[in-house]
């Protein structure tokens, strides 16, 4: 079998114009261990070309990051498949709020050395290690209380709307935004630390990297 697209990226999406499948758009990701990114790259591929689910989805040694759509016809069966993986069972999905037949016009799975380009050498530390997820209620509370506060989003997210009181990096990147934020919280590693961004994938690494600088009390939120 081939496990990658040979039609040309135009006539796919020729194909996606014309074709009446409705899809459910939906991204996920998780940081565990895969042995073998490679093979499990390829397992991907086959059971999913079958679904004709469509999508980028990036694997590596540290885990999986996923966005793509998925048949409805084919949703219960696609979800039966995460649930029945050791890897991905039953990963949180963020779903779309309004279903997209043409939010993908083909499969993409690429196996890379990280599934977020952050600069650490996962050697170091265990990335796995993340802080603790909070409820909007249990993050709402601690914040009242004075807990520190940090936007993990790029500066032009966080300029369209963040929590008051907030630390926000003016970062391009992720890899500048963890340096400056481990320059801005030097000495208050015993105080609670509270963490936000886009789908948690950001803050899932920032927290374990932190705990890791030896911070006693990392949070991020969740979801």
Same mark, same amino acid.
């Given at each position: 079998m081939i496990l990658h697209n040979r039609i040309d990226k135009r006539i796919l999406r020729e194909m996606i114009e014309k074709d009446p499948t409705h899809r459910r758009t939906v991204s996920f990701y998780r940081y565990a261990p895969i042995e073998d990114p490679h093979a499990f790259r390829d397992k991907l591929y086959m059971d999913w070309s079958e679904m004709t689910c469509l999508g980028r989805i990036y694997v590596a040694k540290e885990g999986i990051n996923a966005q793509m759509n998925v048949p409805i016809q084919e949703?219960? !069966? +696609?979800? &039966?498949?995460?649930? #029945?993986?050791? $890897? /991905?069972?039953?990963?949180? /999905?963020? $779903?779309?709020?309004? #279903?997209?037949?043409?939010?993908?016009?083909? @499969?993409?799975?690429? %196996?890379?050395?990280?599934? %977020?380009?952050?600069? @650490? #050498?996962?050697?170091?530390?265990?990335?796995?290690?993340?802080?603790?997820?909070?409820?909007?209620? &249990?993050?709402? &509370?601690? @914040? &009242?209380q004075g807990?520190?506060?940090?936007?993990? !989003?790029?500066?032009?997210?966080?300029? %369209? =709307?963040? +929590?008051? =009181?907030?630390i926000t990096p003016d970062a391009d990147t992720f890899r500048q935004e963890l340096e400056m934020v481990e320059e801005m919280l030097k000495g208050k590693?015993?105080?609670?630390? @509270?963490?936000?961004?886009?789908?948690? $994938?950001?803050?899932e690494k920032a927290s374990a990297y932190f705990k890791h600088l030896v911070f006693k009390d990392v949070n991020q939120l969740r979801g």
């Open positions: 949703w219960n !069966r +696609f979800v &039966e498949y995460l649930n #029945d993986d050791e $890897i /991905l069972t039953h990963v949180p /999905l963020k $779903i779309a709020v309004e #279903d997209d037949d043409k939010s993908f016009y083909k @499969l993409k799975i690429k %196996v890379r050395k990280k599934i %977020v380009a952050d600069g @650490l #050498d996962d050697n170091t530390y265990n990335p796995w290690d993340t802080g603790n997820h909070l409820s909007a209620k &249990e993050f709402n &509370e601690a @914040l &009242e807990a520190i506060v940090i936007d993990m !989003r790029n500066h032009y997210e966080s300029e %369209v =709307g963040h +929590f008051k =009181g907030a590693e015993d105080q609670k630390v @509270l963490m936000y961004c886009t789908g948690c $994938i950001l803050c």
